[in-house]
């Protein structure tokens, strides 16, 4: 039984969310660079173990090749990327609601080049997850809460720079696979050269001898541990999952719903303090669980 792609694209939200919380620390240690490459190369090893154990490689056709490819450049190489170098400087919940905008990016570039609209309840219902998106991530942490993943680490805008352009990737590449998953392609083998081509211009960078991506301590069992859960769950789960909801989903509903990672990220930070999120982090859910009701009445 093929499940809906809202629930694909809800569920690829839950799989980001723990690969978040389970990224954070082995980020903070290796650097973003370092630790994007670790996490493709696992990712892209289990993928192809999939894809040729299952025999779904070949599906790949040459003609689409080229866009996973530069799908993968975009969404994973600079958009994953410039995502951890966010989180590392200002931690998974600023980061979180930087990335979050990638629903608004979403929703208007579908318009823009699918020709995809939202009205009535569904356009109330996308406008109401946004805004409690926001409102959770903004408002869901008490001002007596300190941790370390918190502090601001370098300059406050170069951090919201780096969010923004993680999700304005994130956007594109999205964007770009819809035609691609309309025709049939298999998720898990168009996720595996998506990966790919991610961890190929990782290595061309890392090559190059540049200082910045090399990594700033060796990465230690436990952060190769933490790394491996979280390709296994936000690259290798998550992004089928995102490819899969896209065959039969629009591109602006999955990624408005795929947004609300942030607010399920709550009660695992939740977990990490040892407290309950704020008031503003409750009724932000409130409102996205609102959201969400109203797109999935809509569909």
Same mark, same amino acid.
């Given at each position: +039984?093929?499940?809906? =792609?809202? /629930?694909?694209?809800?569920?690829? =939200?839950?799989?980001?969310?723990?690969?978040?919380?389970?990224?954070?620390?082995? *980020?903070?240690?290796?650097?973003?660079?370092?630790?994007?490459?670790?996490?493709?190369?696992? !990712?892209?090893? +289990?993928?192809?173990?999939?894809?040729?154990?299952?025999?779904?490689?070949?599906?790949?056709?040459?003609?689409? !090749?080229?866009?996973?490819?530069?799908?993968?450049?975009?969404?994973?190489?600079?958009?994953?990327?410039?995502?951890?170098?966010?989180?590392?400087?200002?931690?998974?919940?600023?980061?979180? @609601?930087?990335?979050?905008?990638? =629903?608004?990016?979403? %929703?208007?570039?579908?318009?823009?080049?699918?020709?995809? /609209?939202?009205?009535?309840?569904?356009?109330?219902? #996308?406008?109401?997850?946004?805004?409690?998106? +926001?409102?959770?991530?903004?408002?869901?942490?008490?001002? /007596?809460?300190?941790?370390?993943?918190?502090?601001?680490?370098?300059?406050?805008? *170069?951090?919201?720079?780096?969010?923004?352009?993680?999700?304005?990737?994130?956007?594109?590449?999205?964007?770009?696979?819809?035609?691609?998953?309309?025709?049939?392609?298999?998720?898990? %083998?168009?996720? =595996?050269?998506?990966?790919? #081509?991610?961890?190929?211009?990782?290595?061309?960078?890392?090559?190059?001898?540049?200082?910045?991506?090399?990594?700033?301590?060796?990465?230690?069992?436990?952060?190769?541990?933490?790394?491996?859960?979280? !390709?296994?769950?936000?690259?290798?789960?998550?992004? /089928?999952? @995102?490819?899969?909801?896209?065959?039969?989903?629009?591109?602006? +509903?999955?990624?408005?719903?795929?947004? *609300?990672?942030?607010?399920?990220?709550?009660?695992?930070?939740?977990? *990490?303090?040892?407290?309950?999120?704020?008031?503003?982090?409750?009724?932000?859910?409130?409102?996205? !669980?609102?959201?969400?009701?109203?797109?999935?009445?809509?569909?």
């Amino acid at each position: +039984m093929t499940l809906p =792609a809202e /629930t694909l694209a809800l569920a690829a =939200a839950a799989t980001w969310a723990c690969s978040s919380l389970l990224s954070a620390s082995a *980020v903070a240690r290796m650097g973003a660079f370092a630790f994007s490459r670790w996490r493709l190369a696992f !990712a892209c090893a +289990m993928l192809w173990a999939l894809a040729f154990a299952t025999g779904n490689w070949r599906g790949l056709r040459l003609d689409g !090749a080229g866009v996973l490819a530069l799908s993968g450049v975009i969404g994973i190489f600079v958009g994953d990327t410039a995502l951890f170098a966010c989180m590392g400087r200002l931690g998974p919940r600023r980061s979180g @609601i930087l990335f979050a905008t990638h =629903a608004l990016f979403s %929703a208007v570039l579908a318009w823009l080049f699918l020709g995809e /609209t939202l009205s009535g309840w569904g356009l109330l219902g #996308s406008a109401l997850l946004v805004a409690g998106v +926001m409102t959770a991530i903004a408002f869901g942490r008490r001002e /007596t809460e300190l941790h370390h993943w918190e502090s601001t680490k370098g300059r406050l805008a *170069v951090g919201i720079a780096l969010g923004l352009v993680a999700a304005l990737g994130q956007s594109v590449a999205t964007l770009m696979l819809k035609p691609l998953m309309q025709s049939g392609m298999d998720p898990v %083998a168009a996720s =595996a050269v998506r990966m790919s #081509s991610g961890l190929a211009a990782h290595a061309v960078l890392l090559f190059s001898g540049w200082r910045v991506v090399q990594a700033t301590q060796s990465p230690r069992w436990v952060d190769l541990g933490y790394t491996f859960a979280s !390709a296994a769950l936000g690259m290798t789960l998550g992004m /089928t999952l @995102i490819l899969k909801a896209l065959q039969n989903g629009s591109a602006g +509903m999955v990624g408005m719903l795929s947004s *609300v990672t942030p607010v399920l990220l709550l009660p695992l930070l939740w977990w *990490v303090y040892r407290r309950r999120p704020a008031l503003g982090g409750w009724c932000g859910a409130l409102l996205t !669980a609102a959201g969400c009701a109203l797109i999935l009445l809509r569909h």
